[in-house]
């Protein structure tokens, strides 16, 4: 099992920029972020494999984030700029060491290990 702990969250304004990260306390083949709105069911937002740098977004969020590695540190990120107050969720982070494809990675039940969540709040 790995642990996730999430950072970066907060209160934005739109059209404004977040940046959020997500430490794993061991190497994984890929991880992603999923996002959860109040009364919403949980929604996937974006993932990236750890070899080949590979990347994958919801059509909701595809040209405003951009999902990162940093394989030496073990951690992901996910540049959010262009922020909507659509945007406003618990953003989490998963991961996950099995074989699946980056297309696959858009389901919640590809993933092993989930993070806590951080809150992010877009305010029109």
């Known amino acids: 099992q790995v642990h996730l702990v999430e950072s970066g969250g907060g209160l934005v304004q739109a059209g404004g920029s977040l940046r959020l990260s997500c430490a794993a306390s061991g190497r994984v083949n890929y991880m992603g972020w999923f996002r959860q709105a109040p009364g919403k069911e949980r929604e996937f937002v974006a993932a990236?494999?750890?070899?080949?740098?590979?990347?994958y977004y919801a059509d909701s969020v595809k040209g405003r984030f951009t999902i990162s590695r940093d394989n030496a540190k073990n951690t992901v990120y996910l540049q959010m700029n262009s922020l909507k107050p659509e945007d406003t969720a618990v953003y989490y982070c998963?991961?996950?060491?099995?074989?699946?494809?980056?297309?696959?990675?858009?389901?919640?039940?590809?993933?092993?290990?989930w993070g806590q969540g951080t809150q992010v709040t877009v305010s029109s």
């Open positions: 990236i494999g750890w070899s080949g740098g590979s990347t």
């Open positions: 998963a991961a996950g060491s099995k074989g699946w494809t980056i297309y696959q990675l858009r389901y919640g039940s590809k993933y092993d290990d």
